[in-house]
């Protein structure tokens, strides 16, 4: 199985306001830049569509250990996606999931693949992670 690490970053102009994701690809020390953006989302929406499209862009099942500055990407797909799952899509407090529409679908790119998740500080000099929020930001500047 390949080995494949993924960095992702969303980004927002106002929340919501124009998005944008990023997505750095990296296999046998080749690196890959993907981005987006949507005119009308929001700061999560854009983390999830990053972490999606990183594991979408993968044609076969990998190894993959996927790093994000989202906390909200990494505890619900590692702490709240099963208990969402067996809830009906629904939280603790019984009201709808918000994003259900792409945690359903990162939930269905995550179990195609061998994904490790881990998180990492946003803005913190992590050369990774900080060419994947400029990728997010080049996805919102090329929406105009």
């Known amino acids: 199985m390949k080995k494949v690490e993924i960095f992702t970053d969303g980004a927002c102009r106002g929340n919501p306001g124009p998005g944008g994701w990023g997505v750095l690809l990296r296999y046998q020390g080749k690196e890959r830049e993907l981005y987006g953006g949507e005119g009308h989302t929001t700061n999560n929406r854009m983390e999830l569509q990053a972490a ?26 590692s702490s709240w ?7 009906g899509w629904k939280t603790a407090g019984k009201k709808p999931v918000k994003n259900v529409d792409l945690w359903q679908e990162l939930d269905r790119e995550n179990q195609r693949h061998q994904v490790e998740w881990h998180w990492v500080k946003g803005h913190s000099g992590h050369r990774e992670n900080d060419i994947a929020d400029q990728l997010a930001n080049r996805g919102i500047d090329e929406l105009a």
Do not use: F, M
């Not at 999606?52 to 797909?77: F, M, W």
């Not at 996606?81 to 809830?87: A, C, I, S, T, Y």
């Open 52 to 77: 999606i499209e990183g594991l979408r862009a993968l044609k076969e099942p990998c190894h993959v250990v996927l790093t994000t500055d989202s906390v909200y990407v990494k505890n619900g797909i």
């Open 81 to 87: 996606l099963d208990g969402w799952k067996q809830k």
